[in-house]
């Protein structure tokens, strides 16, 4: 499977996300895009592991497998990460919201 950043955003929904211990931390529901680039950056990821609500994780550092999308980050510090609800399947990632999360 080709990276993340790589691949069209629309056949990453659904994918399931993986955290540094190979377990199932929840799904991709939606892809966040690159202004300049329209680049897949960050995907809001879904499930009751992560509270809930949609953790903004970034797709630089990650890598694809059979199973899914694989960060290195704990099932923690996914649940701990900056997020919000997604209005949609694509959305468009301005400067400053990247940078506000940047310490990732």
Do not use: K
């Amino acid at each position: 499977m080709p990276h993340p950043r790589t691949m069209n955003p629309e056949h990453q929904v659904g994918l399931p996300v993986l955290d540094v211990a190979v377990a199932t931390v929840g799904t991709i529901e939606s892809v966040y895009l690159d202004v300049h680039t329209d680049a897949p950056e960050w995907a809001a990821v879904t499930a009751g592991m992560v509270g809930g609500h949609a953790a903004l994780v970034p797709l630089a550092v990650a890598f694809t497998a059979q199973d899914g999308v694989c960060v290195p980050y704990s099932t923690d510090l996914i649940a701990s990460a900056p997020h919000h609800d997604p209005a949609g399947q694509q959305q468009r990632c301005a400067p400053a919201p990247r940078d506000s999360v940047s310490t990732w």
